[in-house]
């Protein structure tokens, strides 16, 4: 069935520095894309929905300027923690929907841990 | 965007049946009821859709009444692998993929 796969599963990084996070969508071209964030214990968080071609439409209180999304082709978002803090420490998960199923395929999640 | 209600927790035994019922009281008439599950550290896995009455996959059952103001997953004959967060989402994933906003979800506990 169809995949979603993210990279990297997980990193760590200094406070201070910016890290890239990828989604790609293996198996069938993905218009739209979405970016969730997910503290321990909590649910998902919709952060933004990112649009192949045209900027991501972010979530009230995501600073856009912070989180930067590029979705430069039918099967690849990126999201970009700009200057990163311990607080952005975080479960970070991309899904994209295949749709003539109307299914939405998350990815495996991408922890990110900030010293 | 339909908002959902489910019980914060659940525990069973393996070998029994479990019901997790959700409650989507303003969902739309484009709106389809879509459960996911969530393991630690995973991003969610699908486990089932419908729209109306009832949907049976291999791993679950889900009943929806005729009014669709609420959903009820049903797993057969849990195992400690069952042991997971149950989300209940609702949104209309054919018409564009309009978000879907995550709830608490049901965090179900599968004893020996």
């Known amino acids: 069935g169809a995949v979603v796969s993210q990279h990297p599963s997980w990193v760590i990084c200094k406070s201070g520095t910016s890290v890239k996070i990828e989604c790609r969508s293996l198996?069938?071209?993905?218009?739209?894309m979405f970016w969730y964030r997910q503290f321990p214990k909590q649910s998902l968080m919709l952060m933004a929905t990112s649009n192949e071609g045209s900027k991501a439409t972010y979530e009230q209180g995501v600073e856009k300027d912070k989180f930067l999304i590029n979705h430069a082709s039918l099967t690849l978002s990126t999201l970009t923690v700009t200057s990163a803090h311990p607080e952005d420490s975080s479960f970070y998960i991309c899904s994209a929907g295949g749709r003539s199923t109307g299914e939405l395929f998350f990815g495996e999640g991408s922890r990110l841990t900030v010293l | 965007l339909a908002k959902t209600t489910q019980p914060i927790s659940m525990d069973s035994y393996e070998g029994q049946e479990v019901n997790i019922t959700c409650s989507h009281n303003n969902i739309a008439t484009n709106d389809y009821i879509t459960w996911y599950q969530q393991f630690p550290s995973q991003g969610p896995r699908f486990i089932i859709q419908g729209y109306k009455t009832k949907v049976t996959n291999e791993v679950a059952s889900l009943f929806i009444p005729a009014d669709r103001k609420s959903s009820t997953l049903s797993l057969p004959r849990v195992s400690l692998s069952d042991t997971a967060v149950y989300y209940c989402?609702?949104?209309?994933?054919?018409?564009?993929?309009?978000?879907?906003?995550f709830g608490a979800g049901t965090r179900l506990a599968v004893h020996p």
């Open positions: 989402l609702v949104g209309d994933l054919l018409g564009g993929y309009n978000k879907l906003i």
């Open positions: 198996d069938f071209q993905a218009t739209t």
